[in-house]
Structures are given as C-alpha cells and as structure tokens.
C-alpha cells in the first residue's frame, strides 16, 4: 500500500510538472501579448512594464524563474488586474466556487442515491423507468442548457429565485448549485440502481429475508451498504464534470468565481492568471483522483490487499 | 392407486423410441453475434426509437437547410427579430408571428411588412434561425463524428500494439498514457484552442487529442484478455503473421466494445464542441453550430425566447438519442457488462 501511495505521489508531481511545463511554453506561442491592452505606452515604457513583469528576459530563463517561483506556491502576477498576485485573486474568487461545488454535489449524490435505490427496489415500474429517464435527461443535457432553462423559467419568467449574480445570500446560490447538481445527480442514481440490482441479489440478501428481516430492513442496513462503496469511484469524475460545468454555469449566472474569471482571463489574453487557474484545476482534479483511489482502497478490504501485492 | 393404472388400456400407450443419431440436431437457426445482438436491441425500445429520432435529425441536418428557400448567412435588417411563424401551425396560437413588442403582443409580421414564413424566426441580424440551425447541427454532428473517428483509429492503434506486444513496449505505452489520463481533458482541450486558429479542425485536433485514451485502454484490455486464446495459438501455429491475427482474429471479437463507445464518444464530442462555442472558443461568426446559437440565444433570452429553444431542443435530443442507443447496443452486445 505504501509503495502503491509513494508511485502514486511521484505520478502526481510528474504530471504536474508536464502540465506546467506545457503550460508555460503553449502560453508563449499564444496570439497577442499580455500588455497589448497597453497600447498608449511608447517602447521605452513598454520596455519598463516588460520589464517590471520579467517578461524580458529570454524563455528558458523565464520558464526557471516561473518553475522555481511555482516550487514556493507562487503563481505570478496578474497582468490585468494590475498589481494583483494569482494566488490573491484565486483566493478572492474560491468562496462561492466552493459553494456552490458542495452544494451541487451533496444535493445531487444525496437525490441520486435516492432515486437509484427507489429505481432497483421497486426493479420494471413506473418508479424505475421514471428515475431512469431522469438519470439519461441528466447524462444528456448539457449543464449550460439546463442551467439557461432553469435561469429563464424559475428566475425571469417566475420570478422564484434571483437570475444570477451573488448577492442575495443563498437564495442566489440556489440556481447555479440545480444546474451544477445535474451531473452528480444522474450519475450516482445509474450507479446505485446497477449496483443495488446486484447486490440484491446476493447470498447474504437472500439469508436477510430468510431470517425474517423487514424490507426496509434489507434495503437499508444490508443491501444500501454495500451498494454505496463502489459509488466513491465515480466521485473523480463528478469532480471533473463540475470543474467543467463551473466555466459556464458561472459565467451564465455572473458569480464570481473560479470558473467565471478563468473564462474572462482568456479573453483577455492574461497569461499568469490562465497558468494560475489551469494548475490550480489541474491540481485540483488529480489530487481528488487520488483521495477516490487511495479511500476505495481504505473501504474495500478486498482492493487493498491487491493493492499491497502489486 | 397402483390399480388404477393397471386398468387403463394398454392399447393407448406406445412406446417412444429415442434416435440417438437426431440427439444433435439443431432445431433453431444458428445465429451469428451480430443477429443475436440485433435480436437484442430490437426489444429495446428506448434505442429503436432514439435510432429512428436520431436518423430523422440527421436526415434533416443534411436537408434542412435547403428547405424553405432562405440561407443562413445572407443578412436582411429589415427582417431582423421575427418571430417563428409556420403556415398551418400559425393559426393553433402558436408559432404565428406575434411577439412581444413593449408589453404588447404584436403581429411583427404584419408590422414590418414581411409576407415570407421564417419557420423558426429571424435573428438580430435577419438571418433564418431555421437553416442556420440545420446548418449547424450538421456542423455540429460532423465534428462528433470526425473526433470519434480519430479517437477509434488512434485508441485501436495504440491499444492493440500495448496490449498485443506486451513487455517493454506495453510498458513504456502504458506509462505515456497513465501521465496522459492525470491530464484534465477540459484543460487540454482550452489550452490547445488558445494556440491554434479557432475553426473546425482546431476543435477536431483539441477534442481527439485527449479522446483517443479511453479508447486504447478498453481496447488493450480485450486484447490481452484474447490474445493468449487457443484460437490466436492455433491461428499462429497455422503460419498468421502478427498483423493477420490482429485483424483477422482478434479485432473482430473486441468489435463489440468499440463500437458501444464510439457511441458514448460521440455524445460526448457534441457536448465538448458546444462547451467550447458557449464559451466563446469554439467556431467563430458566421459559422453556427449548435454550441454558437445557444450562445447566441442565450443572449437574447429574456425577449426572444424562441432563439435559444430550438438549438437547445435539438442538442438535448441528440444527446439522449446517442446515450439510449448506447445503452441499448451495451445491453445487446454485451449481457455481462454493466455500467
């Protein structure tokens, strides 16, 4: 186990480096220059600015100082917000991100897990075949168009809850948090609905019934139990699909957070800030990856001692 | 009891005489894989349906544009903002040209003087919303399938070197992509946009350039789990040079599994492509897919409504469709496996 975390771990910083590296060297053959919104400045001044940034030194020199800075946890300078280091601004941004990220995904485990269960128990009904057009709608509409339909019906036309931005409190957290839920939501609830279907019909299930436990009994202290270990493994890529999801959901509903200030730093062409956000998701994605690897190996006896042989 | 049958007569029993040599007879047509999976599929009905939508749009991804006679890219201010109007749907209530015009529903058609049908409205330029929507679900399905083909060549390629080689070469392999799959493909995929000019084939290169790992891993699964058969050893004992066995033996059996995938792939492009174009690194203007028009309804939203439904409509069909068909082609294939 210890071996397997250890090879794990030197992955991990192996693609962080791959992913910094690339970073690094696709920013720098990137159209447009960060201090192109600067275009009143004569060379002189903009040899200063270049200067100020470091952005006048050659490549690899720049690739070290960049390297090294990011050994320490610094990740630059913003170009457009003048001033301001990319970890200040990943900071200011992570609050409602990290919200909303919760939010979508205990909410919609929580239901999944729910209508997963309802599905296998109540197995060829109007029950089953209804959670499970659900569970497809939720796969198959893409989270920005649930997420413009819910902003248009329950905010605009309705007027239940605010159309975007954060400044109500919760209640704006509401939207944004169904339309990230979506994915999470229909995942666990195809899992557990396979997984219950096949746990139900299991030795120790059968002996359950035959000593007289109740149904509920059964679905819950035995059958849920076990359904629910395999459901960490979809975890990595729910992480990844509300990564993706946060982009346009917060820039449909103008929160301020991760997602949305990634998509503006793009457009205009801030590279520290677009390295910044790219390694944060990145580190971000990997390290869930590993946390969903390493516990499944925690919960299930039977994975571990395989892991330990390998 | 016993007595009871004695009294039956005996002339009403025969004896019954088993031909050994019919033991084996075969009753039922013997079926191959692909009859007995289509056996399957046909029961499905969530899949049959979804194959027969899915048919129906693209069929009128390739002839929609053509239909009513307007073209997506010629812009008519005059006509701009127009909402859906369709002959004979137009007096049921819906769809006949009124909009909301400050507060008031109003005849825009009538207004503007407009006497041709724009069946699904104009945009704020005055195109057709009908055939660029048509135009774009072509654009958008072309991109799906063409990332899905690299992915199939390049994951079958690869896998089916690692997995067949083995040794060294799987080794190395394998290490390149177990660096490849830390990889966020949504990182990949902006960061390769950001450096190529935007266009079709920058979203064909930045969606397959993660895609195809997937792919070879399940590929290489099965061939190692094919590859030490009997029938690949009496197919080398019989003189099948390497690449004959791949193709001729043991490609067939992993067919199965290719195709569900590609057909979660697909889905899977659509919806990358559209990410893409909402954000606004997709396909530039004029150029729609069905990622730009939600973009540009989304927009215009809270007045014009009807700009974002149909594209929205017609991703989410083709999203279900595919993943039903998927599902259904999964259960047909392959009873074992689930999710």
Known sequence: ?310 | MKKDIEQLPQEQFERVHIDSSKAERIEKPSLSFWQDAWLRLRKNKAAIISMVVLVLVVLMALIGPHLNGHDGTTQNLRHANLPPKMPGIEKMGIMDGYGNLSGEKVDLYAMKKVDEYYWFGTDGLGRDLFTRLWEGTQISLLIAFVAAMIDLVIGVIYGGISGYFGGRTDDIMQRVVEILIGIPTLIVVILMLMIMEPGLMAIIIAISITGWIGMSRIVRAQILKFKNQEFVLAARTLGSNDSKIISKHLLPNVLGIIVINTMFTIPNAIFFEAFLSFIGLGLQPPSASLGTLINDGFKVMEFQPYVLLFPALVISILMIAFNLIGDGLRDALDPKMKD
């Open chain 1, 1 to 310: 186990m210890v071996k397997y975390i250890g090879k794990r771990i030197i992955y991990m910083f192996i693609t962080m480096f791959l992913i910094a590296t690339a970073t690094f060297f696709l920013m720098q053959t990137l159209p447009g220059s960060p201090i192109q919104s600067y275009s009143k400045l004569n060379d002189t001044q903009k040899a200063i600015v270049e200067k100020k940034y470091g952005i006048d030194k050659p490549k690899p020199v720049q690739y070290a100082i960049y390297m090294k800075n990011l050994a320490k946890g610094d990740l630059g300078t913003s170009f457009a917000f003048k001033g301001k280091s990319v970890n200040d601004l990943l900071a200011s941004r992570m609050k409602p991100s990290f919200i909303l990220g919760i939010q979508a995904m205990v909410f919609g485990t929580i239901v999944g897990i729910l209508l997963g269960m309802i599905a296998a128990l109540k197995q060829n009904t109007f029950w089953d075949y209804g959670s499970t057009f659900f569970a497809i709608l939720g796969i198959s509409i893409p989270s920005f168009v649930f997420a413009t339909l819910l902003q248009y019906y329950v905010g605009s036309q309705w007027h239940l809850l605010p159309v975007g931005l954060w400044n109500d409190g919760w209640k704006s957290s509401i939207l944004p948090s169904l339309a990230l839920a979506m994915g999470p939501l229909a995942l666990s609830a195809r899992f557990i609905r396979t997984e219950m279907i096949e746990v139900m019909g299991s030795d120790y299930i059968t002996l359950a019934k035959a000593k007289g436990a109740s149904g509920f009994e059964i679905a819950f202290k035995h059958a849920f139990r076990n359904a629910l270990i395999p459901l960490i493994t979809v975890l990595g890529p729910v992480a990844a699909g509300l990564v993706t999801g946060s982009l346009v959901v917060e820039q449909i509903f103008a929160i301020p957070g991760i997602g949305e200030q990634f998509v503006s730093s793009i457009m205009v062409n801030d590279f520290a800030t677009i390295m910044g956000t790219t390694l944060f998701f990145s580190a971000f994605l990997i390290v869930v990856i590993f946390i969903v690897d390493i516990l499944y190996g925690v919960i299930d006896p039977r994975i571990r001692v395989a892991g330990g042989k390998a």
